[in-house]
Every structure is written in structure tokens, then in C-alpha cells.
């Protein structure tokens, strides 16, 4: 995550920024984080074909959703009431996001099989380095795309929620 969003949010959330505005900041910034990822690795490797770039991101968005959902819950810091806090004002903006036509019902239905089966990879008895890989290789198999790609970028995009969901931690005492 840029150093600069970090800041921004610390100081944001020690001025009173509520859950819910918290959320929708992540919300918006999943659509960058992971543009700013695929665009790296399309560099990098200059290998992706253009018509791969749109599933990429669009998987990699539902994993990063999946990944900072993840990363709040295992946070210890936080106590149960604000982990519920944040999963009910989450949950609201997911369903908003996705909106309620037939385009967005199918939208809510593939980022719910996909928190599914993230949190089956997570509850795994296996090391982290497997999980990366199953995370990889899952994304694989719902896009179509090379494992490759996902095995590069699953790491630093995991990593990144964890250092946006940490932004809270600042603010423990929190119950907006």
C-alpha cells in the first residue's frame, strides 16, 4: 500500500473516521491496489494478453475483499464487538457494491464462493507457503489465467491488506 493512503487513513481514523467510512475507503481502494498489480506484473513480464487483464483483476479483487475481511478478523487487537462491527458494515457495502440487479446478484454470488473457498485454504493445516500456493492456484482455476501470474502476485496483494487493515489499528477503543 502507497505509504501516503497509509498516513492518510492513521490520521483520518484519529480525527473520527467512523467504521463505515473506513470500509468504503477500502472498498474503493481494492479497485486501485490491484489495477496498480496487474499493471506491474503486465510490465514486469509482459506476458499478459489483454483480454486476461479484466478476469485478472477482477479475481484478484474478490481475493484482496477476501483478504482484508481475513486480516481484520484475525487481528487480536481489535475486541469482538468492533470485529462485528466491521464484518456488519462490510457485509453492507460488499452487497451495495454489487447492487441488486441480475448483473450484481451474480456478482455477490461469486464473492461469496470465493470467501467460501479462500476460508478453506485459511483453515488448512498447512504451512503459509502452501496456502500462497492454493491461493495462486485457485485464482488460477476461476479465471482461466496462469498460475504464474497469481503465484507472483498473491503475496504482496495478502501482505497489502494486512498493512491497510493494520491503519486501524491505531484506533482500538473504537465502537462507531
Sequence with gaps: M?????????????????????VYLFIEQ?????????QILKRELDAIEESELSKMEEELGYFFLFAL????????????????TLD???????????????????MWDALQERFIAYSGIVNEQTDDSAKLHSFAKKLSEYSGVGYLHFAILVPSLFKTALDTISVLKSDKGRSK
Design 30 to 38: 481494492t479497485s486501485g491496489v490491484v489495477k496498480d498489480a496487474v
Design 88 to 106: 456488519k458494515v462490510f457485509g453492507y457495502h460488499l452487497e451495495r457494491c454489487c447492487g441488486d440487479d441480475v448483473q450484481g446478484q451474480a
Design 2 to 22: 502507497d505509504e501516503e493512503i497509509a498516513k492518510l487513513g492513521k490520521k483520518q481514523l484519529q480525527q473520527g473516521l467512523t467504521y463505515d467510512q473506513a
Design 69 to 84: 475481511d481475513y486480516w481484520w478478523q484475525m487481528d487480536y487487537p481489535h475486541t469482538k464487538e468492533q470485529k462485528r
